[in-house]
């Protein structure tokens, strides 16, 4: 089978939604050799992709009737969601795990990268977003519950957001009114980082937009996957009528 950079589900779906999932697989390409010299233990992990993220996207987009665009690569190969000037684009270490096959990738390496696997997927991504005028992005991410050496995190959920905040706010009003929810605004991490996708593709073309964190220990089974895809569906498509004109 030939390796293809990204996956794209139900692409003839006609929706303005448009799910993605920068960190969809642990993938590491063939021409890598299959390998970044990490145990699989590590490559489980969340330093090399975002458990439960690519279910939950799936999910998502048949309940919304959305196209679904997934990466097929590791981030540790090089990062979707970070711009191609940012310093950890290629992490050499990430949460206290050495990288082996970063630890001597030079500049040349990284441009490789960047035409063999990052560029693809925002191509792909760009052509996506481009199809309607009212495309809206949900970005689809997950969080672990622990960093090493660091506070355990309460929150279920986060919602991250950068200055357009026209579809988050009605999403965390949303989902503070759910009973069994602790809801995070943009944590466990900051919404805006120039140059990341929807830096890229949302708020540089004025699109609605939102980013998801999901807790990876609550999107563990295929069948929790699917509850949370069916569950925030119709709450984003409530927030959407709530976005002023």
Known sequence: MTYTPYHIDGEDRDSPWLITCDHAANTVPPDLGGTLG??????ARHIAYDPGAAGVSLALGRALGA??????????????????????????????????????????????????????????????????????????????????????????????HSYDRRLSDPLIALLEAEPDLTVGRNEPYSGHLPGDAIDRHAL????NNTLIELRNDLIDSQAAQAHWGERLAPLLQQALTQVPE
């Open 204 to 207: 540089h073309h004025g699109r």
């Open 67 to 160: 196209p679904v665009l997934l990466s097929n690569f590791s981030r540790l190969v090089i990062d979707p969601n970070r711009g191609e000037d940012d310093p950890t684009l290629l992490m050499k270490l990430y949460d206290g795990s050495v990288i082996p096959a970063n630890r001597d990738a030079d500049a040349a390496e990284k441009e490789r990268r960047l035409n063999a696997y990052y560029r693809p997927y925002h191509d792909a991504y760009a052509r996506l977003a481009g199809r309607r005028k009212d495309t809206v992005i949900v970005a689809v991410h997950s969080f672990t519950r622990q960093l090493r050496a660091r506070p355990s995190r309460p929150w279920h959920i986060g919602i991250l």
């Open 38 to 43: 990490l145990p699989d233990a590590d490559m």
